[in-house]
Nanobody, 125 residues
Framework: QVQLVESGGRLVQAGGSLRLSCAAS????????MGWFRQAPGKEREFVAA????????NYADSVKGRFTISRDNAKNTVYLQMNSLKPEDTAVYYC??????????????????WGQGTQVTVSL
């Protein structure tokens, strides 16, 4: 089992920045690729970003490329999502997730076995 706890979500103005964190506990963190997903009210959950176990490769949704950066610190068992140039359409609950497909930062939520409870990000005009 892996337990994931997100933090860092809050209300921010459009154009601002936030850094989300996801702290993992339980099994060895470096055994997992990590991903961030989000779900806005009335919408399906969607992929945001993912990173391989080593941090050497990553994937991003087209909607966040160039604005968001995923990173991880295996010594601290933590994955981060740096979000810049935030837009109102980025408003959502953000979830981190762990995948046993550790070499490839998969974009499919069905490939993730463990999920956090989520943190709310609200971007105002």
């Amino acid at each position: 089992q892996v337990q994931l706890v997100e933090s860092g979500g809050r209300l921010v103005q459009a154009g601002g920045s936030l850094r989300l964190s996801c702290a993992a506990s339980g099994r060895t963190f470096s055994n997992y690729a990590m991903g961030w997903f989000r779900q806005a009210p009335g919408k399906e959950r969607e992929f945001v970003a993912a990173i391989s176990w080593s941090g050497s490769s990553s994937n991003y949704a087209d909607s966040v490329k160039g604005r968001f950066t995923i990173s991880r610190d295996n010594a601290k068992n933590t994955v981060y999502l740096q979000m810049n140039s935030l837009k109102p359409e980025d408003t959502a609950v953000y979830y981190c997730a762990a995948s046993v497909i550790r070499l490839h930062p998969t974009t499919e939520d069905r490939n993730y076995s463990y999920w956090g409870q989520g943190t709310q990000v609200t971007v105002s005009l």
